[in-house]
């Protein structure tokens, strides 16, 4: 069942690759087009909605599948959420395309979602027992409210994000034009970072690299009483920061490497801690190599060379889109993020509240996208001031699912897992 359930998960990763170009080509093909430009781009856009949703279609098959064969909602684990909010994240593309008819929307939404379900793959994909605090039919209700909330503010992302790249000056020489050119610089940036990130993985799993250190963990049992204990962590990529307070086991050597260079500061104390600060400063790394090899390629900033595609959309119908997204997602997660898990909270651990990194990192989420709604409707913030602040609100929304889980130590730290 496991073998089958990850084909389809491969077949619907596959299938959203293709939608994607299918916006591509009916986004910039339509210059090709010179008889009926108007018709090309509907006629890819239906193309590339129709693969959309096959491949969401071979998703959902692959979730029920998993939880078939997991006998429990697959939301548990890193890789189980993150494959669950990639489909919400089409999903909520879906019905937002279906609502505008804006093709390029596509070109932007369709690469969030393959981007976080690649992502997901990096993570061990091991059906594993729910440990005591999952056991619950919450899981249900919060998980899955949650990610759908999140999804359409993925959406109100992407919609942003081309507003931005859209209205950009990219000719000025303002101050303020300047600035703007470099925030969008920022955010590609990142993206890249997260895809060369992914792609890293695969490549160095591919040539089997292995490191292994055994790192002594100081911990405090129900009396009291502090006891050692070690524990080995395995690595994929070469060890440019190792565990603290750690010793290497076993090391290929990389570029000339065979030590690692840095050791994980004692703070930083989150589930495999030092093996995920290695992974962020590859993924800079491999981030910063990639942008500055495209900057060579097209001898212009990155948003510039896209800006010409957007010429032809409408920048009130973008920030239309992404406002509705936004609006569609809030009260979804103020359900899913806040209410629903409060009384999870309690049932579980007894209060409603207990300022866990996750909980607090949930509530900035909330109160960001709070005041956004609220400036949007009383201070008559559209526009660029709207744009930026759902490009932003995403980067919260990615760091309280990725930094919060992966770095800092909490009652959710299973999640890293």
């Not at 890293?200 to 790192?215: H, P, R």
């Amino acid at each position: 069942m496991e073998t089958v359930s990850g084909t389809f998960l491969l077949i619907a990763l596959i299938l959203y690759t293709l939608s994607f170009f299918g916006f591509v080509i009916a986004v910039i093909g339509k210059k090709w087009s010179e008889r009926d430009p108007e018709g090309h781009t509907k006629r890819w856009g239906k193309i590339g909605l129709a693969t959309t949703i096959t491949g969401f279609a071979a998703q959902l098959v692959f979730f029920i599948t998993r939880w078939y064969a997991a006998g429990y909602i697959p939301t548990s684990n890193m890789f189980e959420f993150m494959t669950f909010l990639a489909m919400m994240i089409v999903l909520a593309f879906i019905i937002v395309y279906l609502i505008y008819r804006t093709a390029v929307l596509g070109m932007f939404a369709m690469p969030v979602g393959v981007i976080i379900l690649s992502y997901a793959l990096v993570f061990p994909p091991d059906i594993q027992p729910l440990i005591p605090a999952l056991q619950s039919y919450w899981l249900k209700i919060h998980v899955t409210t949650a990610a759908l909330g999140e999804a359409f503010f993925a959406v109100g992302f992407a919609a942003g994000l081309m507003y931005l790249i859209r209205v950009i000056n990219y000719s000025g020489q303002s101050k303020s034009d300047r600035r703007e050119r470099r925030g969008v610089e920022i955010v590609i940036f990142v993206v890249l970072m997260i895809v060369s990130f992914i792609v890293s993985v695969y490549v160095f799993k591919g040539i089997n690299y292995e490191a292994s250190f055994m790192q002594e963990v100081t911990k405090v049992d129900q009396t009291g009483k502090e006891y050692v204990e070690t524990n080995k962590v395995d690595y994929v990529l070469p060890p440019i920061v190792k565990p603290f307070n750690s010793t290497t086991e076993s090391m290929q050597p990389f570029l000339g490497m065979k030590e690692p260079l840095f050791t994980a500061p004692s703070w930083m104390n989150g589930v495999n801690a030092g093996r995920k600060l290695n992974t962020f400063v590859w993924a800079l790394l491999a981030g910063f190599i990639v942008y500055m090899l495209l900057r060579l390629i097209l001898r212009k900033q990155i948003g510039a060379a896209i800006h010409p595609a957007m010429s032809g959309m409408d920048a009130e119908d973008l920030d239309e889109i992404s406002y509705r997204a936004i609006a569609i997602g809030f009260p979804i997660f103020t359900l899913g993020a806040l209410i629903f898990a409060m009384i999870w909270a309690h049932e579980a651990w007894g209060r409603f509240w207990g300022w866990d990194p996750k909980e607090v990192w949930a509530l900035i989420t909330w109160l960001f996208y709070t005041a956004y709604l609220h400036f949007r409707l009383s201070r008559g913030w559209q526009g660029r001031k709207s744009a930026w602040m759902a490009v932003v609100g995403f980067v919260v929304v990615m760091f309280t699912l990725i930094g919060v889980n992966l770095i800092i130590a909490g009652l959710h730290s299973y999640a890293g897992v």
